[in-house]
C-alpha cells in the first residue's frame, strides 16, 4: 500500500493561474519535505516542515508556498506558476529529521504549465 | 557544507555486465549516505544506506555499496546488470549532527543493453 500518496500524478495548470498539489502520508512521520525535480536533475529542496515547524530554504522563490494542516497531510501551493516552473514535484517524509533516518517519496506530481 | 559529486551522467553497460556508479562525497562531519532509484515518472526509493556501521552495505535488488573514508566515496555496484535496472541512480549525504535534510547528487542514468 502506498505510504506517501501524491495528488494529482500529472498537473496542467495556465500560466500565471494558482495551483495546489497535495501529499498526504500514512506513516505518521513528523518531517514532510517538498521537492522540485527539472529534467535531468537532482531533486531540490524546496522546505520542509518538522511537525508544524516550517523551514524555507534560502533559494526557494516567493512564488512558492506550502501548508501543513495535520501531520498527515501538506500542501505546496504555486500562487503565479511560470513556464520555468514546469517540474516534477516530490513529496517525501521521515520519521525525525536527522540525516540517518529514511525518507519515503511520493510518486511526485508532474506539473505542465501551459 | 555537505556535497556529493557523481561521476558520469550516464553509464550504459551490457545485460549481465558489472554494474559500478561512482559517488564521492565531501562532508565536515561524519556522513550518513544513501543510494536511492527513480524510474521514469515515479518517486525516489531508497537502495541503501551507511550510517556509520558496516562499510559494506547491501540492499535490495542486488545492489550492494562500500563506504570508503580514505577515498571519499561510496560507489555503488552489482555483479550482474538486468533489463529492469535501467533507471536514474542518486547518491546523497546526510549529517551525523544536526536536523539537516539529505543533499543528493545529480544522478546516473543506467542503461541496461540486451
Known amino acids: 500500500d502506498a505510504m506517501v500518496i501524491q495528488n494529482p500524478r500529472y498537473q496542467v495548470t495556465q500560466f500565471g493561474k494558482p495551483v495546489t498539489l497535495s501529499c498526504s502520508q500514512t506513516?505518521?512521520?513528523?518531517?514532510m519535505y517538498w521537492y522540485q525535480q527539472k529534467s535531468s536533475q537532482a531533486p531540490k529542496l524546496l522546505f520542509h516542515y518538522y511537525d508544524k515547524d516550517f523551514n524555507n530554504e534560502a533559494d526557494t522563490p516567493d512564488n512558492f508556498q506550502s501548508r501543513r494542516p495535520n501531520t498527515s497531510f501538506c500542501f505546496l501551493d504555486i500562487r503565479s506558476p511560470g513556464l520555468g516552473d514546469a517540474a516534477m514535484y516530490l513529496c517525501a517524509t521521515s520519521r525525525e529529521g536527522t540525516a540517518n533516518t529514511e525518507a519515503f517519496f511520493g510518486q511526485g506530481t508532474r506539473l505542465t504549465v501551459v | 557544507a555537505q556535497s556529493v559529486t557523481q561521476l558520469g551522467s550516464h553509464v550504459s553497460v551490457s545485460e549481465g555486465a558489472l554494474v559500478l556508479l561512482r559517488c564521492n562525497y565531501s562532508s565536515s562531519v561524519p556522513p550518513y549516505l544513501f543510494w536511492y532509484v527513480q524510474y521514469p515518472n515515479q518517486g525516489l526509493q531508497l537502495l541503501l544506506k551507511?550510517?556509520?556501521?558496516?562499510?559494506l552495505v547491501k540492499g535490495i535488488n542486488g545492489f550492494e555499496a562500500e563506504f570508503k573514508k580514505s577515498e571519499t566515496s561510496f560507489h555503488l555496484t552489482k555483479p550482474s546488470a538486468h533489463m529492469s535496472d535501467a533507471a536514474e541512480y542518486f547518491c546523497?549525504?546526510?549529517?551525523?549532527?544536526?536536523?539537516?535534510?539529505?543533499?543528493f547528487g545529480k544522478g546516473t542514468r543506467l542503461s541496461v543493453i540486451a
Open positions: 546523497a549525504v546526510g549529517s551525523s549532527s544536526g536536523n539537516t535534510p539529505l543533499v
Open positions: 506513516l505518521n512521520h513528523n518531517v
Open positions: 551507511y550510517t556509520s556501521a558496516a562499510t
